[in-house]
């Protein structure tokens, strides 16, 4: 796999208002995921949307992914006090027999 | 299922001690990844297998590091001897497939710190 890109690296906002996180990678992909991690706490996974997917949805959030500018989004709407964690994404490419690489992922708080 | 399940949560020791992490898999699956995790370099694939067997290694860090599978629904990451640049988090995740084609279960981590 490759690596993603988080981007921004941490981001405040209020609760209620929506947060947005962008992940870019290099080459083409198989798939590409979208993880949580809550602080001293493993990763959970959030969505997994495949290269020939463009939006998919899952509860509060969204994931966007364009493969024309190897990017991907993560909305998080009305966002809540529990949303407060690192958030990463990881792109499978080629067969996706390679593990997951991560990157060093967005920090989200979520000022109450 | 109770999940992924790694063991022991802490574990301190001192420079040049073994140190050995334990993981179980979600019963079914087949694959089993071990990450570490540390602020200056985040979160880093060391190990990955898939049916028992170690497909990709090539983040392993030397030859201190070692991995196996000794069965099908249990593994052991070893670090011998060790030093103070392996404090870390130490997770396993295993999933149902092969790679990065499904989704990957995460265990809580093991927090080593070597002094």
């Known amino acids: 796999s490759q690596q993603g890109e988080e981007d921004p690296q941490a981001l405040s906002i209020q609760e209620g208002e929506n947060a947005t996180m962008n992940c870019s990678y290099k080459?083409?992909?198989?798939?590409l995921q979208w993880y949580r991690q809550n602080s001293g706490r493993g990763l959970v996974h959030l969505i997994l949307i495949r290269s020939n997917e463009r939006e998919k949805h899952s509860g509060r959030l969204r994931v966007t992914l364009d493969t024309s500018k190897k990017s991907s989004s993560l909305l998080i709407t009305a966002s809540r006090a529990a949303d407060t964690a690192s958030y990463f994404c990881?792109?499978?490419?080629?067969?996706?027999?390679?593990?997951?690489?991560f990157g060093k992922g967005t920090h989200l708080i979520i000022q109450p | 299922d109770a999940g992924v399940i790694q063991s022991p949560r802490h574990e301190v020791t001192e420079m040049g001690q073994e140190v050995t992490l334990r993981c179980k898999l979600i019963s079914g699956h087949n694959s089993l990844f071990w990450y570490r995790q540390t602020m200056m370099r985040g979160l880093e694939l060391l190990i990955y297998f898939n049916n028992n067997v170690p497909i990709d290694d090539s983040g392993m860090p030397e030859d201190r590091f070692s991995a196996k599978m000794p069965n099908a629904s249990f593994s052991t990451l070893k670090i011998q001897p060790s030093e103070p640049r392996d404090s870390a988090v130490y997770f396993c995740a295993s999933s149902s497939g092969p790679g990065g084609r499904n989704i990957q279960y995460f265990g809580a981590g093991t927090r080593l710190s070597v002094l």
């Open positions: 990881a792109a499978i490419s080629g067969g996706g027999a390679d593990g997951l690489t």
């Open positions: 080459t083409s992909i198989n798939n």
